[in-house]
């Protein structure tokens, strides 16, 4: 049975406000480092940060194989709660993605003054559907020239982004030339993951 994930934050503040309030505090700053072009080489000098934290996503994955994948709509109301309830930022409902796909709204849109993040919601990854993620971040950037696209999905798709193969080179590929993010979501836990945590795993290589 679906669990209403919108509560996520809610439920965070309620059980450990001052843990919560960091992690708020934490993402904050990363995005302030994203829209000022420097989280890259922040990521750059501090190489133990990505390799710690690809360690705890790792360890939480492997926890993660008894259940079913969230549906869509728990994952967008999850992601939602993130930006509006844990980060203050505007929601920007209902905004259609334009000509490329006139029927078509992203699924949450983020807005804080001038910056806007726009999330598209994949459950399940495929080579088709980051291929028409592709087309939204082009449409997006046309729109708001200062904004970042991520792509939400389970983390029960974590192997599938980081193991070798056609997904992961079509999603680090967007990292590099496009800015595409990505956050995972798990049971009340999810990880954000700018394009700049991407680029610097391939200096990894």
């Not at 994948?69 to 980060?87: E, G, V």
Request: hydrophobic share 45%; glycine share 6%.
């Amino acid at each position: 049975m679906d669990i209403d994930f919108y509560s996520l934050c809610v439920f965070f503040l309620i059980m450990d406000y001052e843990i919560w309030e960091e992690i708020g505090k934490e993402i904050g700053e990363i995005l302030d480092l994203m829209f000022a072009g420097k989280l890259l080489e922040t990521l750059t000098l501090k190489k133990e940060i990505v390799e710690e934290h690809m360690k705890n996503i790792t360890n939480y994955f492997s926890t993660q194989s008894k259940r079913n994948h969230f549906s869509h709509s728990i994952l967008q109301r999850t992601i939602r709660a993130i930006f509006f309830d844990l980060l203050g930022w505007d929601p920007g409902f209902e905004i259609p993605s334009g000509k490329l796909h006139p029927s078509h709204r992203y699924d949450v849109v983020a807005q804080k003054g001038s910056r806007t993040i726009v999330v598209e919601i994949k459950p399940k990854i495929t080579a088709k559907n980051l291929d028409q993620v592709l087309g939204y971040i082009s449409e997006v950037k046309r729109r708001f020239p200062e904004s970042r696209v991520f792509l939400g999905t389970d983390l029960l798709n974590f192997d599938l982004v980081f193991r070798p193969g056609e997904i992961r080179d079509i999603i680090f590929d967007m990292a590099k030339k496009n800015g595409l993010g990505v956050i995972f979501v798990a049971k009340f836990m999810f990880w954000f993951l700018p394009a700049e945590f991407f680029m610097v795993l391939e200096q990894f290589k």
